[in-house]
């Protein structure tokens, strides 16, 4: 919580008075897929990224007649080393799996981001397709993305 939650808040309360002052500002805040719904075996994390989600949603709202944008980017899946180097709250490693090739290249994603903190879009989902597919599923569905999570973890399990 403190990496991933605590510190982008207390950096926003920090500069929040002088942007409201100047009724100019805008935010851009990393969170992952994860913050739309939970993987198994990563329980903590995705908490930390559904409080992300909370907060910046709300200040949003809280802010937006004030001049003060912001806009949230919820990456899956990044075509990096990064997953090879995570550990489980046990010590053990998570199941690679198709991760590295489901991953959106970093020089593909950085430019999405970048073009939408440009435009000022409240909401950036530069993932694979099936990352986004459930986040609409977790919308439309949500049935039938716990079922498809349910099944995973018992795969997961399995493998363990």
Not at 12 to 19: D, I, S, T, Y
Request: hydrophobic residues 45%; positive net charge; proline residues 6%.
């Amino acid at each position: 919580m403190n990496v991933n939650y605590f510190s982008g808040v207390a950096l926003v309360k920090a500069l929040l008075p002088a942007w409201l002052e100047r009724c100019e500002g805008h935010i851009v805040q990393i969170s992952s897929v994860q913050g739309f719904f939970g993987m198994p075996g990563r329980s903590a994390y995705a908490a930390t990224k559904h409080a992300i989600f909370g907060f910046y949603d709300s200040l949003r709202a809280e802010v937006a007649d004030s001049g003060i944008v912001v806009t949230m980017v919820a990456p899956g899946y990044i075509k990096t080393r990064h997953s090879q180097n995570a550990k489980r709250g046990n010590g053990g490693e998570y199941p690679e799996g198709d991760i590295l090739q489901k991953g959106v290249p970093p020089e593909v994603m950085a430019p999405e981001i970048l073009a939408g903190a440009a435009r000022k879009v409240p909401e950036i989902v530069p993932a694979a397709w099936d990352a986004k597919a459930a986040h609409i599923l977790r919308c439309v569905f949500p049935a039938a993305l716990f079922g498809i999570m349910q099944r995973r973890a018992r795969r997961e399990r399995a493998r363990l």
